[in-house]
């Protein structure tokens, strides 16, 4: 599913005195040999949560790609979503809430770390919420307690989003009073504004994921704190974009994921054909960001011989090949390792920091690529358009759904397009923008009803959420669009996860955590349990 890459931090003094890099060390028992935070450098301990945020983050949504049809999965959800898969992201996230608790005690009594602590606790909020929404629950109250509390209980995931909103509302207030910046921020530069911005769209983000079960986080009026949120500073344009970039680093490791699969040596994964006929096929107008999103690395005939795809023939297989050298794998296809690694489809300039299509048809790994300076597309101003597009439409918040959906599509491939200063003729053009968007309005404008509606909005989010798949796994359990999403070939009643198991290790070693089952629903998702596959 994912390759997990063992590294040190790169904040030096953290990674010493904090943990070393191995994965095994639970995170919540007391080391004497490590350093206390609260005698740490604040600036060390900011720029420690920041790091761990987007690397937990990023592990998310590599855990995600495969269930989510952006990467092929070539197993059954049960191998791919097993009870191993957080292990990492679990130790990691209990670290940051370690050093994240020593920032708060250190803020109260310390005005100069108001922006620290406001910065903190945005960050901390989204980690734990996008927990949530994984697992369920996790112990939060009683966590890195270890003397008080050796075996943590698990809190509610309704009172952990309420906390978060909580927090939300008390970071604003933090770091509208600080006087004081913060040297190392990795995302908006000490930019209050930007700030803000990012902390009312977050806030806007979990009221409307969790709109199916608003009165379970004591929301009485969700549409009047939605249209409040509208009428603040939000995520409105692509220089508010919360994102995390990545370098051209080798050592130690700094590139961006999808980079590191598609372009050091051979492509391991597989695209997902049914991503790459959505782009591709499903409408009359070809999707303008196909080029940027995928790098195609060979023009060979994927029938041609040696036996490169199985499925040639095979009635129960969707797609097989979807054409034109976009060459990739069917949901649920086992059939892999067929010497094809260089001649496979692979992620392309955008997020990823690869390679535009130009038709090259080479190894990714022999390209003049952008060396993997991507970014991680954490919470943009298209996705807080589509946000509000489904509220408006479901909920009859503020705003002309239909105008919100061409503001988000258009956001989307703006951002597309003006990444990696590409200059090509086969760039995609204004005129290829205008068609496309306007076949997705009228068949808005044409839907039926409002189900047919939502669906294309949320198809469209699907489509756009290409590099942060946390966002469309969200989006599909909520809504259950896109309605035509690729079922497993050889499984037409799977059981899709509608969350991820505890991590194994944890587990193991805290007595009051029992394994959970993949089909458990989170408390925002009250859909029906067939609801999806």
Same mark, same amino acid.
């Given at each position: 599913?994912?390759?997990?890459?063992?590294?040190?931090?790169?904040?030096?003094?953290?990674?010493?005195?904090?943990?070393?890099?191995?994965?095994?060390?639970?995170?919540?028992?007391?080391?004497?040999?490590?350093?206390?935070?609260?005698?740490? *450098?604040?600036?060390?301990?900011? *720029?420690?949560?920041?790091?761990?945020?987007?690397?937990?983050?990023?592990?998310?949504?590599?855990?995600?790609?495969?269930?989510?049809?952006?990467?092929?999965?070539?197993?059954?959800?049960?191998?791919?979503?097993?009870?191993?898969?957080?292990?990492?992201?679990?130790?990691?996230?209990?670290?940051?809430?370690?050093?994240?608790?020593?920032?708060?005690?250190?803020?109260?009594?310390?005005? +100069?770390?108001?922006?620290?602590?406001?910065?903190?606790?945005?960050?901390?909020?989204?980690?734990?919420?996008?927990?949530?929404?994984?697992?369920? +629950?996790?112990?939060?109250?009683?966590?890195?307690?270890?003397?008080?509390?050796?075996?943590?209980?698990?809190?509610?995931? *309704?009172?952990?989003?309420?906390?978060?909103?909580?927090?939300?509302?008390?970071?604003?207030?933090?770091?509208?009073?600080?006087?004081?910046?913060?040297?190392?921020?990795?995302?908006?530069?000490?930019?209050?504004?930007?700030?803000?911005?990012?902390?009312?769209?977050?806030?806007?983000?979990?009221?409307?994921?969790?709109?199916?079960?608003?009165?379970?986080?004591?929301?009485? *009026?969700?549409?009047?704190?939605?249209?409040?949120?509208?009428?603040?500073?939000?995520?409105?344009?692509?220089?508010?974009?919360?994102?995390?970039?990545?370098s051209a680093v080798e050592e130690p490791e700094s590139r961006h994921p999808y980079f590191q699969r598609g372009y050091v040596s051979g492509f391991s994964q597989y695209i997902g054909n049914y991503f790459m006929w959505m782009l591709k096929d499903s409408k009359a107008n070809i999707d303008p960001r196909i080029r940027y999103y995928l790098y195609r690395q060979s023009d060979v005939d994927p029938f041609s011989g040696p036996p490169y795809l199985a499925c040639q023939g095979d009635p129960d297989v969707d797609y097989c090949y979807v054409g034109d050298q976009y060459w990739g794998l069917d949901h649920g296809e086992t059939r892999t390792g067929r010497g094809d690694n260089l001649l496979r489809t692979v992620y392309g300039i955008y997020p990823a920091g690869g390679t535009f299509d130009e038709d090259q048809f080479e190894g990714a790994p022999s390209t003049a690529s952008l060396g993997g300076t991507g970014f991680l597309p954490l919470l943009t101003s298209s996705y807080i358009k589509f946000l509000s597009a489904e509220a408006a439409l479901v909920l009859g918040t503020n705003g002309n759904p239909a105008v919100l959906l061409e503001e988000a599509i258009r956001a989307s491939i703006g951002k597309v397009l003006n990444y990696g200063g590409v200059s090509s003729s086969f760039a995609s053009s204004s005129s290829d923008v205008d068609a496309y968007v306007a076949e997705v309005i009228n068949n808005y404008n044409n839907a039926a009803d409002n189900d047919e509606r939502l669906d294309i909005i949320m198809t469209e989010y699907y489509l756009a959420s290409f590099g942060n798949s946390i966002e469309s796994y969200n989006a599909y359990r909520r809504t259950g669009y896109p309605s035509n999403m690729q079922i497993p070939i050889d499984n037409d009643n799977p059981t899709f996860p509608r969350s991820f198991p505890y991590s194994e290790n944890a587990v193991d070693v805290n007595t009051s955590l029992i394994q959970k089952s993949n089909s458990d629903k989170v408390f925002w998702d009250t859909n029906p349990d067939s609801f999806i596959k």
């Open positions: 599913m994912k390759n997990i890459y063992k590294y040190c931090s790169l904040s030096l003094l953290i990674s010493v005195f904090f943990y070393s890099c191995e994965v095994t060390d639970f995170d919540l028992q007391d080391n004497p040999n490590r350093l206390n935070p609260e005698s740490a *450098n604040p600036e060390f301990l900011i *720029n420690e949560v920041q790091y761990l945020f987007q690397d937990i983050m990023q592990d998310f949504i590599l855990n995600t790609d495969d269930v989510m049809r952006y990467e092929a999965m070539t197993d059954t959800y049960g191998d791919v979503v097993d009870t191993d898969v957080l292990d990492i992201e679990w130790t990691r996230y209990y670290r940051a809430l370690t050093i994240s608790r020593a920032i708060d005690n250190l803020a109260a009594t310390d005005e +100069k770390l108001l922006f620290h602590n406001g910065i903190n606790k945005l960050l901390m909020g989204y980690l734990t919420a996008t927990f949530v929404d994984y697992t369920g +629950k996790i112990p939060y109250s009683e966590a890195t307690q270890p003397n008080e509390f050796p075996n943590p209980n698990l809190d509610e995931g *309704n009172t952990l989003y309420s906390m978060v909103l909580d927090n939300i509302d008390q970071a604003i207030v933090d770091i509208n009073a600080a006087t004081f910046g913060v040297d190392s921020d990795l995302f908006y530069d000490s930019d209050k504004a930007k700030w803000i911005a990012f902390a009312n769209s977050l806030k806007l983000r979990l009221l409307i994921q969790t709109r199916l079960a608003s009165g379970e986080i004591g929301v009485t *009026n969700l549409n009047a704190e939605i249209n409040s949120l509208l009428g603040m500073d939000i995520i409105d344009s692509e220089a508010e974009d919360f994102v995390y970039n990545f």
